[in-house]
């Protein structure tokens, strides 16, 4: 027997009625829906993207929403969503890639966030020298080591002149810039760093436990490296 032809059934009249409007309005108007549109998206994206970087349980069940979210965010970029909504969004994918180990994939990402930043909050914000931070991670990771050399440093120099100059983001600044030195063979410059880090960590007890036993670690090893006893600290 023949398979039954299943009954043809009119459009719902919500979807009917929203698509006869669309035909009806004005290209212009047509751009700014799709702009809209896509702003609502990236938004939705982002409070749905499950990634968390102190649970490792998380990043599974991110990977199936990872090319949705970036096809989004393609699209967002070409219609010219505001970088307000963009943002977050770009945040969590560029760190998610970066913890997996996708530096390639994540340097992209990365240096379109700080362009982001620095146009959402200005050139001298602290936002922007988090993002700098993390795009020199990325580039340290990378040996691309002039490249974070610049993010390092203007990340400092960003947040040395504001409110953050006593924080765990200024203290991870210096941290980085002494891995940078260490991997330059600047043994004397990254211990100074690690040492400056670490005081800074010591300054800051609730925020800084595990990461201040970390930067002495790497000056123990920038000092035995360079031949020089560690057990100064």
């Known amino acids: 027997s023949r398979p039954a032809v299943p009954e043809e059934r009119p459009p719902d009249s919500s979807v009917a009625q929203g698509l006869g409007n669309l035909i009806e309005v004005p290209s212009d108007d047509v ?36 090319q949705p979210c970036l096809a989004a965010l393609r699209h967002a970029e070409v219609l010219g969503v505001v970088p307000s909504a963009r943002l977050p969004l770009l945040r969590k994918i560029g760190r998610f890639l970066r913890d997996r180990a996708e ?60 409110d ?39 300054r800051l007890p609730e925020h800084g436990g595990t990461e201040a036993a970390l930067v002495l670690c790497h000056l123990a090893l920038a000092m035995s490296e360079s031949g020089e006893k560690s057990d100064t600290y």
């Open 31 to 66: 751009e700014t829906l799709r702009v809209g549109w896509y702003e609502t998206a990236v938004r939705a994206l982002d409070e749905g993207f499950p990634y968390d970087p102190e649970d490792v349980r998380t990043w599974q069940a991110s990977i199936p929403l990872l």
């Open 103 to 162: 530096l390639k994939s994540a340097k992209p990402l990365l240096e379109q966030e700080v362009d982001l930043a620095e146009r959402q909050w200005g050139l001298d914000h602290p936002e922007v020298a988090t993002s700098l931070d993390c795009l020199g991670l990325v580039l340290l990771d990378l040996a691309e080591l002039e490249s974070a050399r610049h993010c390092f440093e203007r990340a400092h120099a960003i947040l040395r002149h504001t």
């Open 164 to 202: 953050a100059a006593e924080s765990v983001a200024a203290a991870a600044v210096l941290s980085h810039l002494g891995l940078l030195r260490r991997e330059q063979g600047r043994w004397i410059e990254a211990q100074d760093y690690f040492a400056q880090a670490h005081a800074l960590y010591a």
